[in-house]
T-cell receptor, first 112, second 111 residues
Framework: AQSVSQHNHHVILSEAASLELGCNYS??????LFWYVQYPGQHLQLLLK??????LVKGIKGFEAEFIKSKFSFNLRKPSVQWSDTAEYFC??????????FGKGTTLSVSS | DTAVSQTPKYLVTQMGNDKSIKCEQN?????MYWYKQDSKKFLKIMFS???????INETVPNRFSPKSPDKAHLNLHINSLELGDSAVYFC??????????FGPGTRLTVT
């Protein structure tokens, strides 16, 4: 079955630490890839997306993600996290004509 | 202008009641969705409509009935509410090959 896996359930970091959240998917063919963020009590916001082209995509708030087709991965990175990055992060995959399918999410807690 | 809007934002009701959540998008997208986010934050697709036609219906109880009067609206009606229906419900829309836009969510609490 098609699925999206996020390796880290809960990540705890200190401010200024580097972040990498793993995401793998099991879809074949052409896919569109997304990372969404959900701050406490708020709705989903799009961090970044990959459709085609340069596999290294830059998003808002200093986040970036790298698409590695051979590994079916789309990992999210940030060189230096801030306390305000504390949130739930979701990787999601979409094929044309289908719904967006989410991973189970990673809770990021950043201490100041 | 809000791209995808939902009403109400909060909904508190008792078991056994029937309630509806409304969703509207002004993006001109052909496809709309309902997602459920449970207490563990897991987001799961419930329904998908394309041009008012149901195209995805995941294993959702029959008590949940989506209705799309036109392609800009997708409402969710829930009959005989149960405690386990408590969740945040997100409406979304998309237009291939674009991304998916989400509404602000409706927090449903069943007591």
């Amino acid at each position: 079955a098609q699925s999206v896996s996020q390796h880290n359930h809960h990540v705890i970091l200190s401010e200024a630490a580097s972040l990498e959240l793993g995401c793998n998917y099991s879809y074949g063919g052409t896919v569109n890839l997304f990372w969404y963020v959900q701050y406490p009590g708020q709705h989903l916001q799009l961090l970044l997306k990959y459709f085609s082209g340069d596999p290294l995509v830059k998003g808002i708030k200093g986040f970036e993600a790298e698409f590695i087709k051979s590994k079916f991965s789309f990992n999210l990175r940030k060189p230096s996290v801030q306390w305000s990055d504390t949130a739930e992060y979701f990787c999601a995959v979409k094929k044309a004509g289908t719904a967006l399918i989410f991973g189970k999410g990673t809770t990021l807690s950043v201490s100041s | 202008d809000t791209a995808v809007s939902q009403t109400p934002k909060y909904l508190v009701t008792q078991m056994g009641n029937d309630k509806s959540i409304k969703c509207e998008q002004n993006l001109g997208h052909d496809t709309m969705y309902w997602y459920k986010q449970d207490s563990k934050k897991f987001l799961k697709i419930m329904f998908s409509y394309n041009n008012k036609e149901l195209i995805i219906n995941e294993t959702v109880p029959n008590r949940f009935s989506p209705k799309s009067p036109d392609k800009a609206h997708l409402n969710l009606h829930i009959n005989s509410l149960e405690l386990g229906d408590s969740a945040v419900y997100f409406c979304a829309s998309s237009q291939d090959p674009g991304g998916v836009n989400f509404g602000p969510g409706t927090r449903l609490t069943v007591t």
